[in-house]
């Protein structure tokens, strides 16, 4: 079992930048895949970005394009969102989900562990 744990979640002004952080209870397999997915009221979960512990590749979904940025630190066995240019519609409970595989990394049924989540609030 992998017990993740999110946090760094906020209320944030658009414009505005949070970095998330996530926590594995311990290493994952180094075919194990890091994903970050985010649920706003009344709306599907959305796929947002996923890395692997080496680094590549990393795919982002395309409204968070060249605003956000994943990154992990190895030796804390933690992976960080880094959240630029926030936007209202950005506003979402976000959660980290880790993987046996990149196949079908956008489909949050592909994820054998999640977090709880931290709200992510994002004013206009």
């Known amino acids: 079992q992998v017990q993740l744990v999110e946090s760094g979640g906020g209320l944030v002004q658009a414009g505005g930048s949070l970095r998330l952080s996530c926590a594995a209870s311990r290493r994952t397999g180094s075919n194990y895949v890091m994903g970050w997915f985010r649920q706003a009221p009344g709306k599907e979960r959305e796929f947002v970005g996923v890395?692997?512990?080496?680094?590549?590749?990393?795919y982002y979904e395309d409204s968070v394009k060249g605003r956000f940025t994943i990154s992990r630190d190895n030796a804390k066995n933690t992976v960080y969102l880094q959240m630029n240019s926030l936007k209202p519609e950005d506003t979402a409970v976000y959660h980290c989900a880790a993987a046996s595989k990149l196949r079908g990394y956008m489909n949050g049924y592909n994820y054998d562990y999640w977090g709880q989540g931290t709200q992510v609030t994002v004013s206009s």
């Open positions: 890395t692997t512990w080496s680094g590549s590749p990393t």
